[in-house]
């Protein structure tokens, strides 16, 4: 299922128009370099409440490295507002690497950086999509010039997610 459309309340005037989407469980990106985001379709449970919940969580642990590290990623939660791109990242950006877009969108279950807060928000009633854009050239490049254009829409914030 192909979900091209525009969340409702995109604010980023079609900065992604050339990204192809889809619901976030059912991505199949392609084993390619490129830049992809990821994006809210819908809202579950409010974002500080996630937050609130998914830190619980984390310190229910008793384990003070685990807290520390998984509060870091979750506290991003309290960075989501009105717009719908929570994050922009790129799969391939170094010379010989042999990172992709389908490995990228793998590693959300395994060690991405975002993976927590993506789980809070999936945990919760959010409809997520994921997106990609084949770039074989330079991903880093266009992944940066992406960010840039963001940000001047944005007032200089990156997307939620992002920490760089």
């Not at 991505?27 to 919940?53: C, F």
């Not at 310190?59 to 490295?65: N, R």
């Not at 789980?119 to 009633?125: D, I, K, P, Q, T």
Request: glycine share 8%.
């Amino acid at each position: 299922m192909r979900e091209n459309s525009s969340p409702a309340g995109d604010c980023c005037n079609g900065l992604f128009d050339a990204f192809e989407f889809t619901r976030f469980q059912d991505a199949e990106p392609p084993k390619r370099k490129g830049v992809y985001v990821i994006r809210i379709h819908q809202r579950g449970t409010p974002a500080e409440e996630v937050r609130e919940k998914a830190v619980g969580l984390a310190k229910s642990i008793g384990w003070d490295v685990a807290d520390r590290f998984l509060c870091s990623r979750l506290n991003r939660l309290s960075k989501i507002c009105d717009c719908p791109t929570i994050y922009i990242g790129s799969a391939g950006t170094y010379a010989g690497s042999k990172n992709t877009l389908h490995g990228r969108y793998l590693e959300l279950a395994t060690r991405h950086t975002a993976k927590y807060p993506v789980w809070a928000l999936l945990s919760s009633g959010w409809e997520l999509q994921y997106g990609w854009m084949i770039v074989d050239e330079n991903p880093g490049s266009v992944e940066a010039a992406l960010k840039e254009r963001y940000q001047k829409v944005h007032g200089e914030k990156l997307p939620a997610l992002v920490n760089r």
